[in-house]
């Protein structure tokens, strides 16, 4: 059996992996229609829809410590899947009663979803030490990561598959289907009693800094906290603004089944990284396995970007399925060993709140990025832009080999 298999043998586990796994099947086929009906609607500001769901992330993952904390770990991730679930119920309901969705259920949907991937998230990070003898956690977070790599490999294929055939509104549906069966499976784990955690600080100010102070204490995991949202903002940006557009501005058939492709085929390579990355101990060489993973992401998307200016319309498809799968390489790279790193690395009470900090720079990345991408289309073009977003991650990369830690200091 591969490494990364071998935690499914834990009954816990197997129950939250394949909780989880569906439900980020049905995000991938949300994300997909969520992008494509903002890029009909608001053109080259269709940002400013995942732009709102980052600013809630940001904001939640900075304010929730404290009531999650008080949550505990399951209780936390059954609250998020219920309430993810619900507000996707009134956006189908409302879109089958008038025939589309308007505006304002996107734009509670964007926050309800965001919100519960602010709590979701440090929950999950937290719980898998729990569940997982120590020497099988890089297996085990490979595994989990491996999630949203096989969703994106799986959910925009099937709606490319399927698009011409089912409505739209039905993929929101599955997505809602998806996050009470993860819900379910949650619920049927087994988890041993715990002791209590008193709360590090007594104010919402405390209880956001001590995730910072946490990973300022530890070298790599703090250049990768600073450089987070950099990376974040611009891959958004490329992928999930600057794709679709550059395949609407080319005139190819069926655009939405065109740009489910492509991130179907970045999945693919996804996939493949994951069971490759999942099988070494990322504890031995983790900064080259940080570093190279930004090169590898940005290179990819450079090489995005360049298909869309140079090859001609008849290659453009394949060159741009091509350079995703480049780009999609080096993603578990990094993800899976910085995972693994702050549960090794910290203690396990203070491992939600190390997730937490990672989680608002990104989003606050992402956020920037996003707002910021209606100017540099006009400024640069759709393109341009994105050959930037490509060289923006390609020098955090560089920067790291040049300028960043060389080791990590252990407890």
């Known amino acids: 059996m591969l490494p990364v298999l071998r935690p499914l043998a834990l009954r816990s586990i197997a129950l ?13 086929l949300f994300i997909v229609v969520l992008g494509w009906i903002a890029v009909e609607r608001f053109g080259t500001y269709a940002g400013l829809l995942p732009a709102g769901q980052s600013a809630m992330v940001l904001a939640v993952s900075l304010l929730s410590g404290r009531i999650a904390d008080r949550l505990g770990l399951r209780a936390t991730l059954i609250g998020a899947d219920v309430t993810r679930a619900a507000m996707l ?71 490319s598959l399927a698009a011409a055939l089912v409505p739209l509104v039905h993929f929101v549906t599955f997505d809602l289907v998806t996050f009470l069966i993860s819900a379910l499976a949650v619920s049927l784990i087994r988890l041993a009693p715990q002791p209590k955690r008193q709360p590090v600080a007594g104010t919402v100010w405390g209880s956001l800094l001590h995730g910072f102070r946490v990973v300022r204490r530890h070298p790599l995991m703090w250049f990768a906290l600073c450089t987070t949202g950099i990376i974040n903002g611009a891959w958004y940006a490329a992928y999930f603004i600057g794709l679709p557009l550059m395949i609407t501005q080319a005139g190819i058939a069926n655009g939405v089944a065109a740009f489910g492709l492509v991130i179907s085929a970045y999945g693919v390579t996804n996939l493949l990284a994951n069971l490759f990355v999942g099988s070494l101990d990322v504890r031995r060489r983790p900064t080259l396995l940080v570093y190279i993973s930004n090169v590898i992401v940005g290179f990819g998307i450079l090489l995005l970007a360049g298909g869309a200016m140079l090859l001609p319309q008849d290659w453009l498809l394949t060159g741009l399925v091509a350079s995703a799968m480049l780009s999609a390489f080096g993603g578990p790279m990094k993800d899976i060993t910085l995972a693994t790193l702050r549960q090794t690395e910290l203690a396990q009470g203070d491992i939600p709140a190390a997730m937490r900090a990672f989680v608002s720079v990104s989003q606050f990345g992402t956020l920037t990025g996003l707002l910021a991408s209606p100017l540099l289309f006009a400024f640069a073009g759709v393109p341009g832009t994105v050959l930037l977003c490509g060289a923006a991650i390609l020098a955090v990369g560089a920067a790291g080999f040049l300028i960043g830690p060389r080791q990590l200091s252990h407890n």
């Open 16 to 28: 939250l992996w394949g909780g989880i796994a569906l439900s980020a099947m049905g995000d991938q």
């Open 89 to 159: 119920g009134v956006m189908v309901t409302l879109w089958l009663m008038r025939g589309a969705p308007p505006w304002w259920s996107l734009v509670l949907v964007v926050i309800t979803l965001a919100a519960g991937q602010s709590f979701f998230q440090p929950a999950m990070q937290g719980l898998l030490p729990l569940l997982t003898p120590r020497e099988r956690l890089p297996a085990t977070n490979a595994l989990m990561d491996m999630t949203d790599r096989l969703a994106r490999l799986i959910g925009p294929g099937l709606l």
